[in-house]
């Protein structure tokens, strides 16, 4: 409602052809985002690129949350975005006939926060807005930067449905990576004009019981990825009210079993690198079959946090081409029995692999530690259903997961099981490198919970 009262400026800068497909390019000015005046610059201005194929179809069209740099010490500039490069916006368009549109500078960054005067981007600007929220919540509640992420969306949806009548679309399938996943995830539950969503590489769902669970898998620890929020004390206040309070803004999860459950229950291809910097890969334990509705899950094998945009085009295209036709997704269902994992494909796949990886020495499957998935090809089942052991390792612990590849190129996965489950490290994984480092744990806050 908020945001439908916020003016809608946007300029038409240039119209350019690709092949098969048409390219308009817009300038939106989204917003005036400055909670107490804390924040410069406080106008937004985001390129929004839409792509328009020889054949597009009508009514529904692909936003794409994407990133870049627009200011940089104090000047406007201009950075093509990083996390979706034209081409594979153009090849999405072409290979789905439906219409792409991009939004660049999700958040806008360089942002300076005015007690502190140092000009920040990504984890910089979201732990620093978070812990700006948790001195006042009451009186910075609009503070969270996942707030004007979510609003810039809109306003680039609001654009499109404008200068896209041609094609009548008024709805949308939202998609975007790591903090641009979450963007996706909140836009989802803000703004009913989404009708489906794929998220890449935010396995965060859940946010107090996964950031919990990530602490507990390093030996009381954090990865060194967490750095930002570990800066901003974030990790000391986990348990505390004022933080049970931002989850509350910023958590999808916290959204079930309210009014907008039923925006929870929309379509969504839930994609995650089994080798993440951030997050442990079997996060989605927390949150997977809480989820309602429509579902499907692609853990990428040998992957870290920052590469996944690679698998974007391949995963994409089978989602929308299947989403238009209105056919349904393919769902893996996995049940443990002691350690029989039996796992039931909604429909037939054309190939099955099991994906195991072993850390002898740590509960860390972080590809940047070196921890590798090693695939076994699977005979496809006759019934549907496969059942496999899961191994319990001597020393250390061991990953697996199903992954089945079906007729049309779509890619789905069961969830990751980890073995021992039941047991965590009492101390830091080894730092092969600087990028498998951990952070010494300090204690998640619990201090701070209310009697």
Known sequence: EQISGTPLKYTLISTAPLAQVVVRHYELLSQHWSPDDMVTPAQWRHNVDIYIP?????H??????????????????????????????????????????????????????????????????VSRSWALFMEAPE????????????????????LAKKELTQWNINSFIITGISKRGWTTWLSAIADPDVEAIVPFAIDLLDIDASLEH??????????????????????????????????????????????YQPRLAIPKYIINASGDDFFVPDNTRF????????????????????????????????????????????????????????VYFSEAPVKVVRWTANNPNARDFRYACGIRYQPLTIDIPANNKISITLNEPKTGWEATYIEATFNDGYVATSQVY?????????????SVNAACQTLPGRGLGENDSPD
């Open 54 to 58: 020889e054949t597009a179809k009508e």
């Open 139 to 158: 009186q910075r509640e609009l503070m969270p930067l996942n707030i004007p992420m979510v609003t810039a969306i809109s306003q680039a949806m609001r």
């Open 287 to 342: 949150y997977y079959s809480k989820l309602p509705g429509v579902k499907s899950l692609r853990i990428v094998p040998n992957m870290n946090h920052y590469s996944i945009n690679q698998f974007a085009e391949e995963s994409l295209v089978p989602f929308i081409n299947r989403f238009q036709s209105k056919k349904t997704l393919p769902q893996l269902i996995g049940l443990i029995h002691h350690h029989l994992l039996t």
């Open 214 to 259: 990530i602490y507990q898998s390093y030996g009381g620890n954090w990865p060194i990825t967490f750095y930002p929020y570990y800066q901003q004390g974030i990790d000391e206040k986990i348990k505390s009210p004022t933080f049970t309070q931002l989850r509350q803004i910023i958590d999808p999860l916290r959204y079930l079993n309210t009014i």
């Open 60 to 125: 529904h069209a692909l936003v794409v949350v994407n990133n870049g740099i627009n200011y940089e010490k104090g000047v406007q500039i201009s950075s093509k975005p990083g996390d979706f490069f034209q081409e594979t916006l153009a090849s999405i368009a072409r290979d789905t006939n439906t219409i792409v549109i991009s939004v660049s500078d999700i958040p806008n960054q360089y942002l300076t926060f005015q007690d502190d005067k140092k000009p920040l981007k990504e984890d910089e600007s």
């Open 418 to 430: 980890i073995t021992p489950d039941e047991k965590y490290p009492q101390t830091a994984p080894p």
